[in-house]
């Protein structure tokens, strides 16, 4: 059984999961917006002692890497980037679509993520994992009419919609992509920040 640390800094909430063999400890806070620099690390530090690991004893750490909050996003790629250096240990990186699409049980569909002002962000699967649409920036209309079923964590008004809980998606999506642990870390940002598209950047 593996052992590692996982961490979601990509919304408003925050998780943390530990997991060491069979034990599981998950740390999660529905709302922590512009908390997680704050609180990120006493609640690492909580669920490496509830679970009886040390970042040593683990086989990797995981991060979810975005689309969501540009600043969470970059908190948990250091944390778990700095976890991972100190320990010597490989990294995983988990997108938000991917931290859905592994607690779905379909072979045709989307999810979906707000981007506020009535645009999402999209991507589509198929069977075990399959991206069958690249990640993508879409308005409302556009979302209702890709005809199959949607899911995402928010109270989303969308046709078809089906809202997870986003607490317990992280332990599927980290064990079912612990196989590909070495790859690199960066934030996925399916369009530019704000500021940058401003010009401020």
Known sequence: MSKFLAVDTSSRYLTVLAVNGEKKVLRHMTDCAMQHSKTLMGEVERAFTDAGLTPAECDFFAAVTGPGSFTGIRIGIAAAKGLAQGAGKPLVAITSFELLAYNVNSENFYTVIDAAHGNYYVCGFGA????????????GAQVAALGAPLYGFEDLALPD???????????????????????????LYVKKPQAEEAGRC
């Open 128 to 139: 075990h994992g399959r991206v069958t649409l690249a990640p993508a920036f879409m308005n």
């Open 161 to 187: 919609y089906t809202r997870l809980d986003i607490g317990g998606c992280l332990y599927p999506a980290a064990v079912a992509l612990r196989l590909r642990a070495g790859g690199e870390m960066r934030a």
